[in-house]
């Protein structure tokens, strides 16, 4: 009788999670690991939104069920900063604050799709995004783009990929786990192909801050895309919040309605307290993660320069996010004595257990070629990782 659910037996644990956990088994024994696997900053939250939370708590006037969908000011702010800033005409009532953007991702998925229907997903893409897509019995597309197109999938591709059971798209940029950032003229062609099909899309910009390009640009922005566009996006990454559970969507009312309903009867809203916090940190000061975005870029250049040194390893080189995506194909096959390395897999225990560095095989991004690295950690740790690695990768033959 210990049968798990169909949709459950179709979904993997996530292997971001499972690579961080391995890494703390090593550190339990006392060995030194420099864990490059989970997608988290290393900057602590910023002092006044720390500061908001207190207040809250102090106040005594936070401790009751918040409504499902938010905190009236904490969306009437998430959709004026996306007036102000991203160009998108949003109102509170298209906005559904949930516990983290994942959490915002699962409620539009089970309210948009049934058994049956097609999510078009750009790849190498957020490990998540498959296993949501099949939690709702519906099916995953996968549109590929290559290292030599910085990852990024093309117009073209995403239109030979729709049939009549296409349902919908899902894409981030800033990238996770390649840092690639889709331009304006692309994303336009993307939205042509969009509007022609009669598609939604769900355009994951989590990373927004973190951007190194110098222009951020919305899909829900572009003309005739404000009905077909649901964004994500949330308090993670751009404001080092990763703990306090603070994601949205913006999205066409009947969407968020949808959202609202799904929430309502899974988790209801998000922690009231996290909500001052998040308010805090929409309408506050913007230079700590002005900051934070400064020493990304440099922690960037810092490693894509080391990862060159390194024979046979090829990157891109990421215009956004925090990490690097880099093709170790070069050492399928090698040894290490009787340690052979077959596949991506086998290149993170490798690494892990000889290197003592903690990476994320590709294949659960949609790359078998490729590891996930990222460099949300100090500059001394991302110096001796890559040191590490090359030391040990130089010991396969």
């Not at 549109?143 to 030599?148: A, H, L, R, W, Y």
């Not at 506050?284 to 960037?300: L, Q």
């Not at 903690?358 to 460099?375: E, K, Q, W």
Request: aromatic fraction near 10%; glycine fraction near 6%; proline fraction near 5%.
């Amino acid at each position: 009788m210990n049968h798990l659910s169909n949709r459950i037996n179709a979904i993997e644990e996530s292997a971001t999670l499972a690579m961080a956990a391995k890494a703390r088994e090593y550190k339990n024994r006392g060995i030194d690991v420099v864990n490059l696997s989970l997608g988290e900053p290393d900057f602590k939250t910023p002092q006044h939104i720390c500061d908001a939370a207190k207040k809250a708590i102090d106040d005594g006037k936070y401790f009751s069920y918040p409504p499902v969908a938010g905190y009236q000011d904490l969306r009437e702010a998430i959709a004026a900063k996306y007036a102000s800033e991203n160009k998108v005409p949003y109102k509170a009532e298209n906005i559904v604050v949930s516990n983290g953007a994942k959490q915002s991702i699962a409620n539009v998925m089970l309210a948009l799709l049934n058994p049956g229907d097609e999510v078009i997903i750009f790849a190498p893409y957020w490990v998540s995004y498959d296993a949501l897509v099949r939690l709702t019995e519906a099916t995953p597309v996968i549109v590929k783009g290559t290292i030599d197109h910085d990852f990024k999938v093309t117009a073209q591709q995403v239109e030979k990929a729709i049939t009549p059971k296409t349902k919908a798209i899902i894409f981030s940029s800033p990238c996770n786990p390649t840092g690639s950032v889709f331009s304006r003229t692309e994303l336009e062609s993307i939205a042509e192909v969009v509007k022609k099909h009669n598609l939604l899309i769900i355009a994951d910009e989590i990373y927004e801050h973190i951007n190194f390009t110098g222009e951020r640009v919305s899909m829900a922005s572009l003309p005739g895309m404000f009905d077909r566009t649901i964004t994500v996006n949330g308090f993670a990454k751009g404001f080092a919040m990763t703990g306090w559970r603070v994601g949205y969507i913006a999205a066409p009312k009947w969407i968020a309605d949808g959202s609202n309903k799904v929430q309502g009867q899974i988790t209801s809203a998000n922690c009231s307290i996290s909500q001052r916090g998040a308010l805090a940190a929409i309408t506050g000061d913007i230079e700590p993660t002005n900051k934070m975005v400064t020493e990304y870029h440099k922690r960037r250049d810092i490693v894509y320069n080391l990862l060159k040194e390194i024979p046979g390893v090829k990157a891109n080189y990421p215009q956004g996010a925090f990490y690097f995506f880099p093709d170790v194909s070069y050492y399928f096959g090698k040894k290490d004595g009787d340690t052979v390395i077959k596949n991506a897999d086998d290149f993170c225990f490798f690494m892990l257990d000889k290197g003592h560095v903690s990476l994320v095989p590709g294949g659960a991004f949609g790359d078998d070629n490729c590891v996930r690295l990222s460099y949300a950690a100090s500059e001394k740790d991302l110096v001796e990782a890559m040191k590490r690695m090359k030391e040990a990768l130089a010991t396969l033959a």
